[in-house]
């Protein structure tokens, strides 16, 4: 099978490139330095066998394994994205290599003190025995999402030197900027041409993904009036005490920090203000798209009401939708998921099948025609210094990446 070695060369060839993505930029890929490891990977595509490799303006690359069979298979993708977080540096990565890892505190870094302990991430403890690779305390590792386009490279070159394992056509897809949510925005579907496809890019061994949130963003502008304090009486109005009487209006269980599972929530992230003019930024997320809907409505509605005490309007609430839950997609075609659960099983993988509280690339392909769930990469603690990947779960997404391929082309294509 694929060797421990082989996957931790090719891991860190890619981490070790700054690939960090911009929220601030309108140029596509965000930032130039993801033209590095974009251009090493078509190079590497090439170099492996694949075909028809394509690299556009905006960085997307493609690439395509050719069937080995000789019935009509449905063609599947594999999909990741090479860009990191805006949220933590990723210049620099120097990758740790924990063999035999022994259960107990990784130093990180000793200067710093920087420790990675099972006793805070518990996650840790599943992995004794195991190869871990951490950063050294100072940057992220990035195997979000690089363990994702280690996992599918090896899987390809797995099935091109292991043509006795039949599949049909493949297509591979790597993206940028999928961390500042554009990665699926400029993604060619109609290029892309499969049937369906997976992300690679979800967390811990065995996560299996089909549902995630419907999702909005809300601004909330209050306009005051400056009048002098000292004369100000029945005169100024002072934007920042209508602001607190919204928030208070909101139910304060339904955010973040209170709610778990399948229960959506009101998040307040930005508050800007003064007598003049103050600012709220909310996200509104609920997996549930009637109550997303009343969601909207409960803002619009207090909108209204605290509007009808003034004599002028004084609040107004943009609400714009920013992606949906993939749930209605993925339905209907249901059996792809089913390929990825039983690949996992045949594999001794126990499958974690779990609503994502977020949003993917996959979310907004499956709308874009692209029915499009997500499969664990293996990483844990992203988007941060304690971000870590066991090798053995790196292996193991190689493994269903081609177990996927194989079962698929069982199935003779219908439609
Ligand atoms: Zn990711």
Redesign the pocket.
């Known amino acids: 099978m694929i060797s421990k070695e082989h996957i931790i060369k090719r891991f860190t060839s890619y981490v070790t490139i700054d690939t960090q993505s911009d929220p601030n930029s309108d140029t596509t890929p965000s930032t130039k330095k993801q033209w590095d490891l974009a251009n090493k990977l078509a190079e590497e595509l090439k170099a492996i066998g694949m075909q028809d490799v394509t690299i556009d303006d905006n960085a997307y690359i493609m690439a395509t394994l050719p069937s080995n069979v000789s019935h009509n298979v449905p063609t599947i993708g594999f999909i990741s994205?090479f860009d990191t977080s805006p949220d933590f540096t990723g210049a620099n990565v120097k990758p740790q290599i924990i063999k035999n890892y022994h259960g107990g505190d990784i130093v990180l870094n000793k200067e710093e003190n920087i420790i990675l302990s099972p006793d805070y991430f518990e996650d840790l403890k599943q992995y004794i025995g195991q190869t871990l690779i951490t950063t050294d305390g100072t940057t992220l590792l990035g195997a979000?999402?690089k363990a994702?386009i280690c996992e599918i490279i090896s899987a390809m070159e797995y099935l091109i030197n292991h043509p006795e394992i039949k599949h049909g056509k493949i297509r591979v897809g790597f993206t940028p900027d999928?961390?500042i949510g554009r990665g699926a925005h400029k993604f060619d579907v109609e290029k892309f041409a499969a049937d369906w496809a997976y992300t690679m890019?979800g967390s811990q061994i065995g996560e299996l993904e089909y549902e995630n949130f419907n999702a909005a963003s809300a601004v909330v502008t209050i306009k005051g009036k400056i009048v002098h304090p000292g004369y100000a009486k029945g005169k100024m109005i002072n934007s920042m005490y209508i602001a607190t009487e919204f928030i208070n209006s909101l139910p304060r269980i339904e955010t973040p920090e209170h709610t778990e599972e399948y229960q959506g929530f009101f998040h307040l992230h930005t508050i800007n203000g003064d007598v003049e003019q103050t600012k709220l930024q909310y996200i509104i997320r609920d997996h549930d798209k009637g109550h997303f809907e009343a969601r909207k409505e409960v803002m619009q509605k207090l909108t209204n009401e605290l509007n009808s005490q003034y004599e002028r309007e004084v609040i107004t609430t943009e609400i714009k939708d920013q992606y949906f839950n993939m749930r209605e997609k993925i339905e209907p075609v249901m059996h792809i998921v089913d390929i990825a659960e039983e690949a996992m099983k045949q594999l001794n993988i126990e499958p974690l099948i779990k609503a994502i509280r977020g949003g993917t690339d996959g979310s907004q392909l499956s709308y874009m025609g692209l029915p499009c769930p997500n499969i664990f990469a293996g990483g844990h603690n992203?988007h941060g210094r304690y971000e870590y990947v066991p090798v053995e779960s790196m292996i193991k997404a190689t493994e269903v990446i081609c177990k996927i391929a194989e079962l698929t082309a069982l199935k003779e294509k219908t439609t």
């Open positions: 994205h979000d999402d994702g999928e961390e890019d992203f």
